[in-house]
C-alpha cells in the first residue's frame, strides 16, 4: 500500500503507519518520487513471496525428515517439533510449545543413567556451538520409553548474529 496524500500531520502519519504502508508521499509530488515509490514496492513485494516460499519450502523438508528436529528459543523453551521429534520424545508440538526443552527431551548419560545437562542448554549458556563429542544420551521420552539417540546441535542467530536458539538434529544412535 503506498498513501499519496496532502496531509502530513502526526495523527494522520500514525494511522498510516499502523498498516505497514511501502511508501507515504506528500502532495504536491515529484513524479520521480511515485515511480520510484511503484518499483520499491513493487520489489518489496517480490522478495516477500520468495521468503514465504522459501519459509514453506523449508517447513515441508524439516518436516518430512526421517531425523528428530526440535528448535528452542534463547529462554530453552521449545518452538518446534518436526513428526520424527514427536516419535522420539512422546510429545505433540502443541503439547510442547513453550515448554522447557529438559522437560520435552529428558537426557540422560546412558552409561551411569544419570541426568546431564541438556544440550541445547549448554549451548545457550556458552552463546555458541556446544561440541557433544558424538556420544549418545539416552532420551526418556514422555511415556517412558527410553532411545538411544545421537544428536548434533547448531546455534540459531539472528539478523545480528547474536544467539536466538538452537536446533537440536537427533536419530536413534546405533548399537
Known amino acids: 500500500m503506498i498513501y499519496l ?17 511501502l511508501a507515504y508521499l506528500i502532495k504536491p509530488f515529484v513524479r520521480s518520487d511515485l515511480r520510484a ?6 520489489f518489496r513485494q517480490r522478495v516477500s513471496r520468495i521468503a514465504e516460499q522459501r519459509g514453506r519450502w523449508l517447513d515441508a523438508v524439516v518436516q518430512s525428515m526421517e531425523d528428530a528436529v526440535v ?10 517439533l518436526n513428526p520424527a521429534a514427536e516419535g522420539l ?9 513453550g515448554k522447557a526443552v529438559q522437560e520435552v527431551m529428558v537426557v ?24 557433544l563429542g558424538g556420544r ?18 547448531a546455534m540459531i542467530r539472528d539478523e545480528r548474529g547474536d544467539p536466538s536458539g538452537v536446533v537440536l538434529v537427533f536419530r536413534p544412535a546405533s548399537a
Open 5 to 21: 496524500t496532502a496531509f502530513s500531520d502526526e495523527e494522520t502519519l500514525e494511522r498510516a503507519r499502523e498498516t505497514l504502508p
Open 37 to 42: 515509490a511503484l518499483e520499491l514496492a513493487l
Open 71 to 80: 528448535t528452542v528459543d534463547q529462554q530453552g523453551r521449545v518452538t518446534m
Open 89 to 97: 520424545t512422546g510429545w505433540s508440538q502443541p503439547d510442547a510449545l
Open 108 to 131: 540422560l548419560d546412558p552409561e551411569s543413567r544419570r541426568s546431564v545437562l541438556h544440550p541445547a542448554v549448554q549451548m545457550l549458556r556458552k552463546g555458541t556451538s556446544a561440541d
Open 136 to 153: 549418545p544420551f539416552l532420551l526418556v521420552s514422555r511415556n517412558g520409553h527410553e532411545h538411544r539417540i545421537s544428536d548434533s546441535a
